[in-house]
């Protein structure tokens, strides 16, 4: 999506001012966190994963989150996503005008949350090997309200033509698409990927990020995508660069590039 006019948009660093909350609401900001902290333990061994960060994601916006290996993107995707929570700040998510609040959600509200509106994909698949692809993507669209046909998930990541196959007879990446085709298929309104090319070839992880860039384009599913990989941030709308928990950087793509593009 073209989303290069949205560079006045405060990403980090700026107070949720009046303004600030009025201009977000008008592009559907789905994404607000403000001084969100997250600390693992007490004391002498306290470790301090999130130290203060502020962002705002729009609808439909397909975002890198770039950084070292513990630099908190995990964290971050993680408190994003209602799988874990944080120490201090907030995050609201917004879905049909309706702003609701991550940080103090229980977990039933949390885990309504991510069963309903959240895809999430993995470095590792998570698939049951003795199903096919399309038994495992029924497996979530048997749960969901308003689901796509398994078979359609799979055609959207280009594998239509494997859908009877078990995913123990899938290389890496078809497999990885599997679990892409199972995390959208619930028409999620976003969808978080952390490290989702971490295990596989620079050949098989284009095709992966392909599919996602499919969903992104052609669902309008706002997308976070985590690399420690940087070449792959050119695929992004915007590029947010963590480092020791906190962003320090966020910039607008001006020439995104296809994921057809990348080599790394
Ligand atoms: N459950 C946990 N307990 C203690 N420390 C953790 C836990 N999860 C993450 N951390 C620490 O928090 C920091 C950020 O981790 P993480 O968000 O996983 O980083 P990244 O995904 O960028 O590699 C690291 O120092 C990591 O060791
Ligand atoms: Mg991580």
């Not at 001012?17 to 001084?35: D, E, K, L, P, Y």
């Not at 513990?70 to 996503?81: A, P, V």
Request: with cysteine; net charge negative.
């Amino acid at each position: 999506m073209g989303l290069a006019g949205l560079t006045h948009i405060s990403t980090h660093g700026a107070p949720l001012s009046h303004t600030a909350s009025m201009v977000t609401s008008q592009v559907s900001s789905v994404f607000t966190a403000r001084a969100l902290t997250k600390t693992y333990g007490e004391g002498d061994t306290a470790v301090h994963a999130l130290r203060g960060v502020d962002l705002d994601i729009v609808r439909g916006e397909f975002v890198v989150l770039l950084g070292a290996s513990g630099s908190g993107k995990s964290t971050l995707l993680n408190i994003l996503g209602g799988l874990d929570t944080a120490t201090s700040g907030s995050a609201q998510w917004t879905h049909d005008g309706a702003v609701h609040e991550l940080i103090g959600a229980d977990d039933a509200e949390l885990t309504r949350y991510r069963r309903e509106h959240v895809g999430f994909v993995f470095q590792f698949y998570n698939l049951i090997p003795s199903l096919t692809a399309e038994e495992n993507v029924a497996l979530v669209t048997d749960l969901a309200t308003d689901p796509m046909d398994p078979g359609e998930a799979l055609a959207l990541v280009g594998l239509a033509e494997r859908r009877h196959h078990f995913v123990s007879q899938l290389s890496g990446g078809e497999q990885q698409r599997v679990a892409i085709a199972r995390a959208i298929a619930k028409r999620p309104a976003v969808l978080l990927c952390d490290e989702p090319t971490g295990a596989l070839d620079c050949a098989t992880g284009v095709m992966v990020l392909q599919a996602i860039e499919r969903v992104n384009r052609e669902l309008g599913t706002t997308t976070v995508v985590i690399t420690h990989n940087a070449p792959i941030a050119e695929i992004a709308d915007r590029v947010l660069r963590l480092a020791d928990g906190r962003i320090v950087d966020s910039h607008v793509n001006e020439h995104k590039q296809p994921a057809s593009a990348l080599s790394w």
